[in-house]
C-alpha cells in the first residue's frame, strides 16, 4: 500500500473539509484506491485562537510554513487559504521544492496559472486544480479527461454558489439582499470578501479557467465581460416572474468562429422551462456543447465544506497515483497572453430585457419604436404597467428579438436622449 503524507494550507471552511473527508472516507479509500494517505501538518495564522483546531491533534498545527517545505515525507500540499497573496507564493515555493499542489484557489489560478505550471514543469511536480470551479462538480476532470475528443464551442452555467443562493432566496421567498447573503455566509458558501460574489469576480476567475481549457487557448480575466448581481432589483424579479423567466448570473463563454470567443459574466433572464432555471440554492450547474458528444449538463454542490473537499481529496489521490514527471499539464500554444488571433468578441448577439419609466403620453411609443428601429432591434413583446397617476408616468418592459449587443447599446443611448423617457431602470440579456 502506497503511504502520501498531506500537508494542508488554511484550515478554514474547505481546509477543515479536506481534513474530515480524509479522516472519514480514509478506509475507503484504503481499499478502493489501495493508498493511505494522512495529514501530517496543517498551516494556520494562530495556534490559540485559529478556527477548527479541535479537529486535529496539536501537534499537526504549526504557524511556519518552513516546517512543510522542509519535510522530505511531504509530498502533497494542499492550498485552501485563498486569495493571491501569501496563496502564491506558498503554492510555488511548494512546487520549486518538487512537492505537487492541489488547490481550489480560482483567484490565484485565473490570475497566475502561467507561474505556476511552469515551476510545477520545472520540477515535474503536479498541479491539480478539480474545486477551483463548480465546487463538488467534477467539471475539470469532465473537460480535460472525457470531453477530450471534442472540438468544443461553448461553456454555459451557473457557477458561482453565493449569488444563485440569494436570487433564489429573493425568487422564491421574497426576501431581502442583505438578509439572504449573511445566510450564505454562514453556510461557508462565500468568499471571505462576498463582494467577490456578487459583483462577479468569482464568476470571472472561474470562466477563465474553464473557457481556457474548453477552447483551448488562455483566456485572461481582462478579457471577460462582467456584471455582478447588485443591481438586480425586486421589480426585475417580479416583472421576469410575470414573462415566466428566472433571473440567474450566468458565465457564458461561446466560440463564435474558430477565432473569435465570447467571454461574459451577467445576470441573465432564463425561460422557466430551460434547465438552468430550476438550479436553485447553492447548486451549480454547467452546460457544455462539443461537436461529438452535443450537449453535457454538470449538476452539483458548487459550494460549501464537504462538496468543495470532495473535489480536492479527489485530486489528491489523482496526484497521489501519479509519478512525479508524469503529471498532466495544460499544452495551451498562448501561455503568457491571448494569441493574435484570438479575437475577444464584444458585440455578440442576445434578445434583451428592457425595463423603462416613461411619460404616460400619446405617441410615447411610437417615438421608442421609432429609435428601436433606427438601430435595427426589433421588439419581441411588450408590457406597459405601473401608470402612475400621480406622476404621469408609466413602466415598459420590453423583449427584444436577437439583436447586436453595440445596437443594442446604441439604441438605448438614444432612447436617455428622448425627454419622453425618464429612467431606464434595467437592461438584461436574455439566453433561450
Ligand atoms: P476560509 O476563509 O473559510 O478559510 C481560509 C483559511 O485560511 C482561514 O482559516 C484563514 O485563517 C486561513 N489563512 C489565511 N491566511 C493564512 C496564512 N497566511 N497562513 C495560514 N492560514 C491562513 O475560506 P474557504 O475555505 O471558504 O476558501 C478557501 C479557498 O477555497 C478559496 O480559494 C476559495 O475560493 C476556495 N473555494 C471555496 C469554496 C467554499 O465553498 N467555501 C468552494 C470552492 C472553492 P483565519 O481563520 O485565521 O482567518
Ligand atoms: N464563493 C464561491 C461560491 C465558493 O459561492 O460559489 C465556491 O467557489
Same mark, same amino acid.
Not at 495564522?45 to 518552513?66: I, Q, V
Not at 494542499?78 to 486569495?83: A, L, Q, R, T, Y
Not at 472540438?151 to 453565493?162: A, D, E, K, L, Q
Not at 421589480?235 to 416572474?241: L, P, V
Given at each position: 500500500m502506497k503511504t502520501t503524507k498531506i500537508a494542508i494550507l488554511g484550515f478554514g471552511t474547505v481546509g477543515s473539509g479536506v481534513y474530515t473527508v480524509l479522516q472519514q472516507n480514509s478506509e475507503l479509500i484504503r481499499h478502493r484506491q489501495l493508498l493511505d494517505l494522512s495529514v501530517k501538518r496543517v498551516l494556520v495564522r494562530d495556534l490559540l485562537h485559529g478556527r477548527n483546531l479541535a479537529l486535529a491533534p496539536m501537534e499537526t498545527f504549526t504557524t511556519d510554513y518552513a516546517d512543510i517545505l522542509a519535510d522530505g515525507e511531504i509530498s502533497i500540499v494542499v492550498e485552501c487559504i485563498g486569495g493571491v497573496n501569501p496563496a502564491k507564493d506558498y503554492i510555488l515555493r511548494a512546487l520549486q521544492a518538487g512537492k505537487t499542489v492541489v488547490t481550489a484557489n480560482k483567484e490565484v489560478l485565473s490570475k497566475h496559472w502561467p507561474d505556476l505550471e511552469r515551476a510545477a514543469k520545472e520540477t515535474g511536480a503536479g498541479l491539480y486544480f478539480e474545486a477551483s470551479v463548480g465546487g463538488g462538480i467534477p467539471i475539470i476532470r469532465a473537460l480535460n479527461d472525457s470531453m477530450?475528443?471534442?472540438?468544443?464551442?461553448?461553456? +454555459?452555467? #451557473? #457557477?458561482?454558489? @453565493? @449569488?444563485?443562493?440569494?436570487?433564489?432566496?429573493m425568487t422564491n421567498?421574497?426576501?431581502?439582499?442583505?438578509?439572504?447573503?449573511?445566510?450564505?455566509?454562514?453556510?461557508?458558501?462565500?468568499?471571505?470578501?462576498?463582494?467577490?460574489?456578487?459583483?462577479?469576480?468569482?464568476?470571472? *476567475?472561474?470562466?477563465?479557467?474553464?473557457?481556457? #481549457?474548453? !477552447?483551448?487557448?488562455?483566456?485572461?480575466?481582462?478579457?471577460? *465581460?462582467?456584471?455582478?448581481?447588485?443591481?438586480?432589483?425586486?421589480?426585475?424579479?417580479? $416583472?421576469?416572474?410575470?414573462?415566466?423567466? @428566472?433571473?440567474?448570473?450566468?458565465?457564458?463563454?461561446?466560440?463564435?468562429?474558430?477565432? %473569435? %470567443?465570447?467571454?461574459?459574466?451577467h445576470p441573465t433572464m432564463l425561460p422557466n422551462s430551460h434547465p438552468l432555471s430550476s438550479v436553485s440554492g447553492p447548486f451549480n450547474a454547467i452546460f457544455l456543447t462539443g461537436n461529438a458528444v452535443d450537449d453535457i449538463m454538470l449538476y452539483g454542490r458548487g459550494a460549501g465544506m464537504l462538496p468543495t473537499a470532495s473535489a480536492v481529496v479527489s485530486d489528491v489521490i489523482v496526484a497521489a497515483k501519479t509519478a512525479k514527471g508524469a503529471h498532466p499539464y495544460m499544452t495551451f500554444n498562448n501561455e503568457f497572453? $491571448?494569441?493574435?488571433?484570438?479575437?475577444?468578441?464584444?458585440?455578440? @448577439?442576445?434578445? *434583451? !430585457?428592457?425595463? +423603462?419609466?416613461?411619460?404616460?403620453? %400619446?405617441?410615447?411609443?411610437?417615438?421608442?419604436?421609432?429609435? !428601436?428601429a433606427e438601430y435595427g432591434v426589433s421588439v419581441h413583446s411588450l408590457m406597459q404597467k405601473n401608470e402612475n397617476k400621480a406622476n404621469g408616468s408609466a413602466e415598459l418592459i420590453f423583449i427584444t428579438d436577437t439583436a447586436r449587443e453595440l445596437s443594442v447599446q446604441n439604441a438605448l443611448c438614444a432612447l436617455r436622449a428622448l425627454p419622453c423617457v425618464r429612467e431606464i431602470k434595467s437592461v438584461m440579456r436574455v439566453e433561450e
Amino acid at each position: 500500500m502506497k503511504t502520501t503524507k498531506i500537508a494542508i494550507l488554511g484550515f478554514g471552511t474547505v481546509g477543515s473539509g479536506v481534513y474530515t473527508v480524509l479522516q472519514q472516507n480514509s478506509e475507503l479509500i484504503r481499499h478502493r484506491q489501495l493508498l493511505d494517505l494522512s495529514v501530517k501538518r496543517v498551516l494556520v495564522r494562530d495556534l490559540l485562537h485559529g478556527r477548527n483546531l479541535a479537529l486535529a491533534p496539536m501537534e499537526t498545527f504549526t504557524t511556519d510554513y518552513a516546517d512543510i517545505l522542509a519535510d522530505g515525507e511531504i509530498s502533497i500540499v494542499v492550498e485552501c487559504i485563498g486569495g493571491v497573496n501569501p496563496a502564491k507564493d506558498y503554492i510555488l515555493r511548494a512546487l520549486q521544492a518538487g512537492k505537487t499542489v492541489v488547490t481550489a484557489n480560482k483567484e490565484v489560478l485565473s490570475k497566475h496559472w502561467p507561474d505556476l505550471e511552469r515551476a510545477a514543469k520545472e520540477t515535474g511536480a503536479g498541479l491539480y486544480f478539480e474545486a477551483s470551479v463548480g465546487g463538488g462538480i467534477p467539471i475539470i476532470r469532465a473537460l480535460n479527461d472525457s470531453m477530450q475528443a471534442n472540438n468544443i464551442s461553448r461553456v +454555459m452555467g #451557473i #457557477i458561482n454558489g @453565493t @449569488t444563485n443562493y440569494i436570487l433564489t432566496k429573493m425568487t422564491n421567498e421574497g426576501r431581502a439582499y442583505e438578509e439572504v447573503l449573511k445566510e450564505a455566509q454562514a453556510l461557508g458558501y462565500a468568499e471571505a470578501d462576498p463582494s467577490a460574489d456578487v459583483d462577479g469576480w468569482d464568476c470571472v *476567475y472561474k470562466l477563465s479557467i474553464l473557457a481556457s #481549457i474548453a !477552447f483551448h487557448a488562455r483566456v485572461n480575466i481582462e478579457n471577460i *465581460y462582467r456584471e455582478g448581481i447588485s443591481k438586480v432589483s425586486a421589480e426585475d424579479i417580479a $416583472a421576469a416572474k410575470e414573462l415566466g423567466y @428566472t433571473i440567474k448570473l450566468l458565465a457564458i463563454g461561446k466560440k463564435q468562429d474558430e477565432k %473569435l %470567443l465570447e467571454v461574459r459574466v451577467h445576470p441573465t433572464m432564463l425561460p422557466n422551462s430551460h434547465p438552468l432555471s430550476s438550479v436553485s440554492g447553492p447548486f451549480n450547474a454547467i452546460f457544455l456543447t462539443g461537436n461529438a458528444v452535443d450537449d453535457i449538463m454538470l449538476y452539483g454542490r458548487g459550494a460549501g465544506m464537504l462538496p468543495t473537499a470532495s473535489a480536492v481529496v479527489s485530486d489528491v489521490i489523482v496526484a497521489a497515483k501519479t509519478a512525479k514527471g508524469a503529471h498532466p499539464y495544460m499544452t495551451f500554444n498562448n501561455e503568457f497572453d $491571448a494569441p493574435q488571433w484570438l479575437k475577444n468578441q464584444k458585440d455578440w @448577439t442576445s434578445s *434583451y !430585457f428592457l425595463r +423603462m419609466e416613461v411619460d404616460d403620453e %400619446l405617441g410615447v411609443l411610437s417615438k421608442i419604436a421609432g429609435v !428601436f428601429a433606427e438601430y435595427g432591434v426589433s421588439v419581441h413583446s411588450l408590457m406597459q404597467k405601473n401608470e402612475n397617476k400621480a406622476n404621469g408616468s408609466a413602466e415598459l418592459i420590453f423583449i427584444t428579438d436577437t439583436a447586436r449587443e453595440l445596437s443594442v447599446q446604441n439604441a438605448l443611448c438614444a432612447l436617455r436622449a428622448l425627454p419622453c423617457v425618464r429612467e431606464i431602470k434595467s437592461v438584461m440579456r436574455v439566453e433561450e
